[in-house]
């Protein structure tokens, strides 16, 4: 069973503007991760944030976490086409054990 | 240096069929999961290994589906009499530890369709 759920399922911006979704969870949690997948196929790692932190950045990528919320939002600045991907979050319920939500599709246009 | 690489890329079966799918993890990762990926959703766990031994299967959906990991770097998913329903893209991960606090790389996948 999935535990995360992405928020919006779908999103379309234009070349240059913000992207945001939302991941939100059950149960408590270790850590919450962000991956990247283009195409269907594998996932690329984008960042981590414990449950001790508010907030991380890395690149254009911010994340910020709410354990009392038990929600987490990526936001994505400045996207670029390259950008265009499905975002899921991962939470780890059970340790190693990553549960995946369904995603956020986002897609940038030109 | 080389990510966590799975054969084949792409695997068409007939229903009733056995297939084998491979994973080759990072050199020196010593974690390696495998994970189904359903279309329309995200990845779900199958099974987790520490070394050789399959320290996790609660995941493995019947005993249809076997793994196994002999000398603790290459891996094997095993399923046998394939139904329809098994289609899908099957990914692999690797770890340097175990625990979620270690990034899981992943690989591009097998999709497997059952006709």
């Known amino acids: 069973s999935q535990q995360g759920e992405e928020d919006p399922q779908a999103l379309s911006i234009q070349e240059g503007e913000n992207a945001t979704m939302n991941c939100s969870y059950k149960?408590?949690?270790?850590?919450l991760q962000w991956y990247r997948q283009n195409s269907g196929r594998g996932l690329v790692h984008l960042i981590l944030?414990?449950?001790?932190?508010r907030e991380k950045h890395s690149g254009r990528l911010r994340v910020t976490l709410d354990t009392s919320k038990k929600s987490s939002s990526l936001l994505i600045t400045a996207s670029r086409a390259a950008d265009t991907a499905s975002y899921f979050c991962?939470?780890?319920?059970?340790?190693?054990?990553?549960?995946f939500g369904a995603g956020t599709t986002v897609t940038v246009r030109a | 240096g080389a990510g966590v690489s799975q054969t084949p890329s792409n695997k068409v079966t007939e229903k009733g069929k056995y297939v084998e799918l491979r994973c080759d993890p990072i050199?020196?990762?010593?974690?390696l999961y495998w994970y189904r990926q359903s279309l329309g959703q995200g990845p779900e766990f199958l099974i987790y290994?520490?070394?050789?031994?399959?320290?996790?299967d609660s995941g493995l959906p019947n005993d249809r589906f076997f793994a196994v990991r002999p000398e603790g770097s290459v891996s094997t998913l095993k399923i046998q009499r394939t139904e329809r329903g098994d289609s899908a893209v099957y990914l692999c991960?690797?770890?340097?530890?175990?625990?979620?606090?270690?990034?899981?790389?992943f690989g591009p996948g097998t999709r497997l369709t059952v006709t």
């Open positions: 991960a690797s770890s340097l530890g175990a625990g979620s606090s270690y990034e899981q790389y």
């Open positions: 149960t408590s949690i270790n850590n």
């Open positions: 944030i414990r449950s001790n932190e």
């Open positions: 991962a939470t780890d319920p059970y340790d190693y054990k990553l549960s």
């Open positions: 050199s020196g990762h010593t974690a």
């Open positions: 290994f520490q070394g050789t031994g399959a320290a996790d």
